[in-house]
């Protein structure tokens, strides 16, 4: 848990661990300090320079000797808050800036066509992905989704009924499942339960260009995303085939 915070002010785990053992002593001289945390001088000046853009350390010169010391902890969640809004304010700067953007990148690039996302944190790219599709085809198993990533059970269904975004998905059959169906099934949000021995550990979503598979392994999640127009039309073909045969 206090590594996660570290982690969201941009420390890496050698920084983490040198800052939290740097805590207890208050004050002191880099060389100190560098001796303390086991880490040589030079490599502890470049360590400090980054934690101190990154404000959460203080430094200062006495008699010619550079001073360093932690910022208080209980700054710590003022430095989050500002954090927080500098990337607000980029966010809203960088969707102004985008139609200007988008007029600069080489369409004619060569771009990866599939890529794979390993671990929870990645696989989080993959949804926040689909959060910004208008329509989608889906197949998957709520229970996992609401045990692995709950972050991602219902906000997917809330997001696109805020859009009136359409989509048709097929779940597996389990508490999970009806409750979701009940919850959103809707003309636009079109929702069936799979017969009951239709059982599987992964969920596929067909976008109009794009297709996720995401697999819940028992102590990894990992993904794939594949970016074909005509592969897509060609899943989203086949699961209309299986829609129709579902009641």
């Not at 350390?57 to 000797?65: A, K, S, Y």
């Amino acid at each position: 848990m206090i590594k996660s915070i570290f982690q969201t002010l941009g420390l890496r785990d050698k920084e983490i661990q040198a800052f939290l053992k740097m805590l207890p002593l208050g004050s002191q001289a880099v060389s100190v300090m560098a001796k303390y945390v086991g880490i040589p001088r030079s490599s502890m000046y470049e360590m400090l320079a980054r934690l101190k853009r990154l404000g959460v350390i203080d430094e200062w010169e006495r008699n010619g000797v550079t001073y360093v010391k932690c910022i208080p902890v209980d700054s710590l969640p003022d430095l989050l808050k500002t954090r927080g809004h500098q990337i607000e304010q980029a966010l809203e700067n960088i969707q102004a800036q985008l139609p200007k953007l988008e007029q600069l990148e080489n369409k004619l690039s060569i771009t990866p066509k599939v890529k794979f996302y390993e671990g929870k944190r990645e696989v989080m790219k993959i949804y926040e992905t689909v959060l910004k599709e208008k329509e989608f085809y889906a197949a998957f198993n709520p229970s996992l989704v609401k045990h692995r990533m709950p972050e991602y059970y219902l906000r997917i269904g809330e997001e696109l009924r805020k859009k009136n975004g359409r989509a048709k998905e097929l779940v597996v059959d389990c508490k999970e499942g009806r409750a979701y169906q009940k919850h959103f099934a809707s003309k636009l949000h079109n929702v069936k339960i799979l017969p009951h021995h239709v059982q599987f550990p992964s969920d596929t979503i067909i976008g109009e260009h794009t297709i996720f598979m995401i697999a819940y392994g028992e102590n990894e999640i990992c993904a794939t995303e594949i970016v074909n127009p005509s592969l897509a039309q060609t899943q989203r073909a086949l699961f209309e085939l299986v829609w129709g045969n579902i009641p």
